[in-house]
């Protein structure tokens, strides 16, 4: 189906190096979102992008960047800054109006460091 | 900040059961109360939102209810089935922060037995 396609689903790493999360949506929304899932703990935002060529922080910010150059694609970097980089990520958007459409969500990454 | 606390964090009922999921939130300014359904392996999806302006919100064997007073909201499903199965998360936001202030919960494992 048409919407967020995130790649690859798992995504596996040496200690150290740095990775990028695709994402890539054709919903033609404009903002995008960054979450990080752990077990047993809720959703948590990375990163979010309201317009493209802007970004902003959200609550787990360190250790991750993001580049917002086409209104389609919002890649994760996880540097090897992140402390505890194993996770599973989701990407999402919305259109912006506030509450115009839910959060629309890919099938997520992910990532295992060693 | 906001704080969004869910219960219980596992939940197992027979088939054909009413099963009830509740979310405190500690930000009284919260007017946006969405749920999101994630079964195993798949991206979560919104199954019922409510704002503030509303005390109770169905959607066939879906609800969701909200004490602001309390500060409290509530999803209830009934007659159960398996393919209820899943995990479920709850979040709070306010305008005009949108999706980018969505606080979510740390989820609910729901097991639905025939």
């Known amino acids: 189906d048409g919407g967020i396609t995130q790649s690859p689903k798992y995504l596996f790493r040496k200690e150290g190096q740095n990775v990028t999360l695709s994402c890539e949506q054709n919903?033609?929304?404009?903002?995008m979102y960054w979450y990080r899932q752990d077990p047993g703990q809720g959703l948590r935002l990375i990163y979010y992008s309201q317009i493209v060529n802007d970004f902003q922080k959200g609550d787990i910010a360190e250790g991750y960047s993001v580049s917002r150059e086409k209104k389609e694609s919002f890649p994760l970097t996880v540097t090897s800054a992140q402390k505890n980089p194993t996770a599973f990520y989701l990407c999402?958007?919305?259109?912006?109006?506030?509450?115009?459409?839910?959060?629309?969500f890919g099938n997520g990454t992910r990532l295992t460091v060693t | 900040g906001e704080n969004v606390e869910q219960h219980p964090s596992t939940l197992s009922v027979q088939e054909g059961d009413s099963a009830v999921i509740k979310c405190t939130y500690s930000?009284?300014?919260?007017?946006?109360f969405p749920w999101y359904k994630q079964e195993l392996g798949k991206r979560p999806q919104l199954i019922i939102d409510i704002r503030s302006n509303v005390g109770e919100k169905k959607d066939q064997r879906i609800a969701v209810t909200l004490n602001k007073t309390a500060k409290h909201f509530s999803l209830h499903i009934t007659e159960t089935q398996p393919e209820d199965s899943a995990v479920y998360f709850c979040?709070?936001?306010?305008?005009?922060?949108?999706?980018?202030?969505?606080?979510f919960g740390a989820g609910t494992r729901l097991a639905v037995h025939p």
């Open positions: 930000d009284s300014a919260s007017n946006y």
């Open positions: 999402a958007s919305t259109s912006t109006g506030i509450f115009n459409s839910p959060l629309h």
């Open positions: 919903l033609n929304h404009d903002a």
């Open positions: 979040a709070a936001s306010k305008q005009p922060g949108g999706y980018n202030k969505l606080i």
